[in-house]
């Protein structure tokens, strides 16, 4: 599962475990701090749970952008954009670790503390992530069939593209974040020779589809409709915009729900590369 549905909105679930994770351990960490270890009240360790939770986001935007600085470079403005998920993991739990490291060092009395909230929050993220996630890591695509929206054939997702590298976008044109983005792959769809782009619309009619198309006047390939949108829940997400990284055998090697930035996109499209 990659996101949540409460009522009309729709939230990716990895910063909600995170956001989950650290507060639990910080809670836990402050009731140990003055109930067993008798720390004044005015010292709070576990405050610094939320501080490293902060510092190893900051690393690992920072580490992915400096990974993909030719990316971000033509567009400074995107590394504010963090909706793009652009985060080198490693690189952020080993600023969170380093940083909870040299408090500890720093406070022995808060030791103890701390390593039961770091315990209980690591529990927490580890256990929910292990539950949500796939059973395979790198899942098929469904066989949801899609219908075209001019011509009116019938297609299974896996056929389209086949042996491609191929990203497939499910969007509505009633999404803003949707559209923000349509842009960006119309672009790259044109510069990308060796990708399959595909759009495949959730649960709108061949008329909506078309006439959203004539109004922005953007050059697309590969719109296809999926009239009873089974392709979102099919894959785990329950909104909307996502876009499935595949690779030419068919499987799913990245699965980013939220909208993308160009640069982002840009450098997926280069991991996709690198893991074929």
Same mark, same amino acid.
């Given at each position: 599962?990659?996101?949540?549905?409460?009522?009309?909105?729709?939230?990716?679930?990895?910063? +909600?475990?995170?956001?989950?994770?650290?507060?639990?351990?910080?809670? /836990? &960490? *402050?009731?140990?701090?003055?109930?067993?270890?008798? +720390?004044?009240?005015?010292?709070?360790? *576990? %405050?610094?749970?939320?501080?490293?939770?902060?510092?190893?986001? +900051?690393?690992?935007?920072?580490?992915?952008?400096?990974?993909?600085? %030719?990316?971000?470079?033509?567009?400074?403005? &995107?590394?504010?954009?963090?909706?793009?998920?652009?985060?080198?993991?490693w690189s952020g739990w080993a600023a969170g670790?380093?940083?909870?490291?040299?408090?500890?060092? @720093?406070?022995? &009395?808060? @030791?103890?503390?701390?390593?039961?909230?770091?315990?209980?929050?690591?529990?927490?993220?580890?256990?929910?992530?292990?539950?949500?996630? !796939?059973?395979?890591?790198?899942?098929?695509?469904?066989?949801?069939?899609?219908?075209?929206?001019?011509?009116?054939?019938?297609?299974?997702?896996?056929?389209?593209?086949?042996?491609?590298?191929?990203?497939?976008?499910?969007? #509505?044109?009633?999404?803003? !974040?949707?559209?923000?983005?349509?842009?960006?792959? #119309?672009?790259? $769809?044109?510069?990308?020779?060796?990708?399959?782009?595909?759009?495949?619309? $959730?649960?709108?009619?061949?008329?909506?589809?078309?006439?959203?198309?004539?109004?922005?006047?953007?050059?697309?390939?590969?719109?296809?409709?999926?009239?009873?949108?089974? /392709?979102?829940? &099919?894959?785990?997400?329950?909104?909307?915009?996502a876009t499935l990284f595949v690779d030419p055998? *068919?499987?799913?090697?990245?699965?980013?729900?939220?909208?993308?930035?160009?640069?982002?996109?840009?450098?997926?499209?280069?991991? +996709?590369?690198?893991?074929?």
């Open positions: 599962m990659y996101s949540l549905s409460l009522g009309p909105l729709a939230l990716p679930v990895a910063p +909600l475990l995170l956001i989950v994770a650290v507060w639990l351990g910080a809670w /836990l &960490a *402050g009731r140990w701090a003055h109930r067993r270890s008798g +720390l004044p009240v005015g010292e709070r360790p *576990g %405050d610094e749970l939320v501080h490293a939770a902060w510092w190893g986001l +900051l690393w690992a935007r920072l580490v992915h952008v400096g990974l993909n600085a %030719d990316l971000y470079l033509p567009h400074p403005l &995107a590394v504010l954009d963090v909706r793009d998920g652009g985060w080198h993991g670790l380093l940083w909870l490291l040299w408090k500890a060092w @720093r406070r022995p &009395a808060w @030791r103890q503390a701390m390593g039961l909230g770091v315990a209980a929050g690591s529990l927490v993220w580890g256990t929910a992530s292990w539950a949500l996630s !796939p059973d395979d890591a790198q899942p098929p695509l469904p066989g949801v069939r899609v219908y075209h929206p001019t011509n009116g054939s019938v297609q299974a997702l896996p056929s389209l593209g086949r042996g491609q590298l191929r990203v497939i976008n499910l969007w #509505a044109s009633w999404c803003g !974040p949707c559209r923000q983005e349509m842009p960006i792959f #119309a672009r790259l $769809q044109r510069t990308e020779a060796d990708v399959q782009f595909l759009f495949i619309n $959730q649960g709108e009619s061949t008329q909506d589809v078309q006439a959203y198309l004539r109004s922005t006047q953007l050059p697309l390939q590969g719109v296809w409709l999926d009239s009873s949108s089974e /392709l979102g829940p &099919a894959v785990g997400v329950a909104g909307l915009p055998d *068919g499987r799913i090697v990245e699965l980013h729900f939220g909208v993308l930035s160009e640069p982002a996109l840009q450098a997926r499209l280069r991991a +996709l590369r690198e893991a074929s």
